[in-house]
């Protein structure tokens, strides 16, 4: 493999770490209904949603949780608010906002609302910080440690796979990374240059090339030395 492709990988390879901006609801709690129809914006938040066949509002976090006070609730340090709709909200550890990864792979793996990431795990992820007041307080380090660990295992899992999806979608041949340069920079988020995953990746990338080229040139002697 030729050094400008290796050097070329290490600045463009993290455009697959780029998180798509969420889609915004034009309504105060931020948060969209799942039906069997698609998806629509929340009109009230939790459960009471925009059209009659919504059947849920999850609420998107980092629209729907902040570090202010809620209206009604002094929220304690190391909490945040959360509207649970028809007027009512409560305050919730800032841990919850853990939940907002399971958007941002969304974003990125396009599993659909019945998917795991949004029709399962942010679907209960939000239901058991709204319910975290109820749980003792072995069952609330229960969900702090569960979410965390979920949302690390589906990033480590999400990395992982970039290494084979990106050879066999032929990434380091000469026409897609070359001819795409100016496109691929134009996407890098500098910032995540440096990252654990990205080097390993990297790494990962790189050998799997020089391996797969190094088999390649083998069999190839092998045919020549057949001939002779």
Sequence with gaps: ????LTIFIISVFVSNLLVLALERCDDKHGGYCIGEEGRGCCEHG???CCKAWHTDCI?????NYNNTKCEKLDCLEGEVCMPLGEGKEKCVPKDV?????????????????????????????NKFYQNYDSFNDHGKEFIKCKYKENCDLLRNFAFNSHTPCYLKCN??????????????VRIVDSKDIFSAETFRQ???????????????????????????
Excluded at 1 to 4: A, D, E, P, T, V
Excluded at 171 to 184: L, M, Q, S
Excluded at 202 to 228: A, P
């Design 202 to 228: 990297m790494k990962n990338i790189i050998l799997e090339e020089i391996t797969e080229e190094f088999y390649s040139y083998f069999e190839l002697l092998i045919r020549i030395y057949k001939r002779v």
């Design 1 to 4: 493999m030729n050094i400008h």
């Design 171 to 184: 990434f380091t041949k000469f026409n897609v990374w070359f001819n795409n340069a100016d496109i691929f």
């Design 59 to 63: 609420p998107r976090v980092g629209f």
């Design 46 to 48: 939790h459960p009471l």
């Design 97 to 125: 906002q853990v939940c907002n990864d399971y958007l941002k792979f969304e974003d990125k793996a396009k599993c659909g609302n019945n998917g795991y990431l949004i029709g399962y795990g942010l679907k209960y992820c």
